[in-house]
């Protein structure tokens, strides 16, 4: 095999080898963004607000096809109301005496639930998800695309109860309520009832549970874990790129081998063959038969 096959088997190895290792790590790094999905559900809810004017009415969000499994909703209400009545909806009930801040007059609240997506919008390293995340923020109405709008309780707890969890776990003292806020922050609070959370605010939160051997760090098990799994992956790939690319270079080295033993009977044939000769017995020699030029004088004179 050539110097220059073994370059180019060298060459092919090594962008398998990469190639692998890009694949592996954008799979582990295969989160969605949360603040996107957010955006996209305040424009399909002020969408859903411009066709339907009735103030206290919940309305369901409409949202594209490419992530059906989604619940949104939306309702428009005064500020006056919510601090004299709450609000009390199918998985978040506000208490009254609560005000949003910066107070408006007018303001849209926009619940969502993420269904079976919701591991690809949040998790929490050494903790296992066993409900939907939920969320509810609250916008001014006239702009939903400004921002997010706290709210300052004075009368009581906001309570968010989820519908089921998966999860046989019957000491509720595992459970975990945790609260993601817009800033990028993690709240963990115990829950008051089996399924029921309680928050001062907006954002998401969803009930999570720790692995059965949680470590003296949470965040070791699952890298750990997630490291010898792509190892392994990226073991495998490059063995299995390796053995292709040997395989093929092999047989461009035969093939090449082949066509150069062909161009040269292909020389010999259209060439003129040598007689052979044995020299002190053991050693064959070629020799020409004949001389193909006869000598000839240049001229007739002979000294």
């Given at each position: 095999m050539?110097s220059?096959?073994?370059?180019f088997?060298?060459?092919?190895v090594?962008?398998?080898?990469?190639?692998?290792?890009v694949?592996?790590?954008?799979?582990s790094?295969?989160?969605?963004n949360?603040?996107?999905?957010?955006?996209?559900?305040?424009?399909?809810?002020?969408?859903?607000?411009?066709?339907?004017?009735r103030t206290g009415?919940?309305?369901?969000?409409s949202?594209?096809?490419?992530?059906s499994?989604?619940?949104?909703?939306?309702v428009?209400l005064?500020g006056?109301?919510?601090w004299?009545?709450?609000?009390n909806?199918k998985?978040?009930?506000i208490p009254p005496?609560?005000?949003?801040?910066?107070y408006?007059?007018?303001?849209?609240m926009?619940y969502?639930?993420?269904?079976?997506?919701?591991?690809?919008?949040y998790?929490?390293?050494?903790y296992?998800?066993v409900?939907?995340v939920i969320?509810f923020?609250?916008?001014?109405?006239?702009?939903l695309?400004?921002?997010n709008?706290?709210?300052?309780?004075t009368g009581?707890s906001?309570?968010?109860?989820?519908p089921?969890?998966k999860?046989k776990?019957?000491n509720?003292?595992r459970?975990?309520?945790i609260?993601?806020?817009?800033?990028g922050?993690?709240?963990?609070?115990?829950?008051?009832e089996?399924?029921?959370?309680v928050?001062?605010?907006t954002?998401?939160?969803c009930v999570m549970i720790?692995?059965?051997?949680?470590?003296s760090?949470?965040s070791?098990?699952?890298k750990?874990g997630r490291?010898?799994?792509?190892?392994?992956?990226?073991f495998?790939?490059g063995?299995?790129g390796?053995?292709v690319?040997?395989?093929a270079?092999?047989?461009?080295?035969?093939?090449?081998?082949k066509?150069?033993?062909?161009?040269m009977?292909k020389?010999s044939d259209?060439?003129?063959?040598l007689d052979?000769?044995w020299?002190r017995?053991?050693l064959?020699?070629?020799?020409a038969?004949?001389?193909?030029?006869q000598p000839?004088?240049?001229?007739?004179y002979?000294?």
């Amino acid at each position: 095999m050539g110097s220059d096959t073994i370059r180019f088997i060298v060459f092919m190895v090594v962008l398998s080898l990469l190639s692998s290792i890009v694949v592996a790590n954008g799979g582990s790094l295969g989160r969605y963004n949360s603040r996107e999905l957010n955006a996209l559900f305040r424009y399909y809810a002020n969408r859903t607000l411009a066709n339907h004017h009735r103030t206290g009415t919940l309305s369901r969000v409409s949202l594209p096809s490419n992530i059906s499994g989604m619940e949104v909703s939306v309702v428009r209400l005064r500020g006056s109301s919510l601090w004299g009545r709450g609000i009390n909806s199918k998985f978040v009930k506000i208490p009254p005496s609560v005000r949003t801040s910066p107070y408006v007059k007018r303001l849209a609240m926009v619940y969502d639930n993420l269904g079976n997506w919701s591991s690809k919008y949040y998790h929490v390293p050494g903790y296992s998800l066993v409900s939907p995340v939920i969320g509810f923020e609250v916008y001014d109405y006239t702009d939903l695309t400004v921002g997010n709008l706290a709210l300052n309780v004075t009368g009581g707890s906001i309570s968010i109860r989820f519908p089921y969890l998966k999860t046989k776990e019957k000491n509720v003292t595992r459970l975990k309520c945790i609260g993601f806020r817009n800033n990028g922050s993690v709240e963990f609070k115990n829950v008051t009832e089996r399924d029921v959370c309680v928050t001062e605010n907006t954002g998401h939160f969803c009930v999570m549970i720790p692995y059965s051997s949680p470590p003296s760090s949470p965040s070791m098990p699952q890298k750990k874990g997630r490291v010898w799994k792509w190892w392994v992956i990226e073991f495998g790939l490059g063995a299995v790129g390796l053995a292709v690319l040997v395989t093929a270079g092999v047989a461009v080295s035969r093939w090449w081998r082949k066509r150069k033993i062909k161009d040269m009977e292909k020389e010999s044939d259209s060439s003129v063959a040598l007689d052979t000769f044995w020299v002190r017995g053991d050693l064959k020699m070629p020799c020409a038969s004949m001389i193909r030029t006869q000598p000839a004088l240049e001229h007739d004179y002979v000294p």
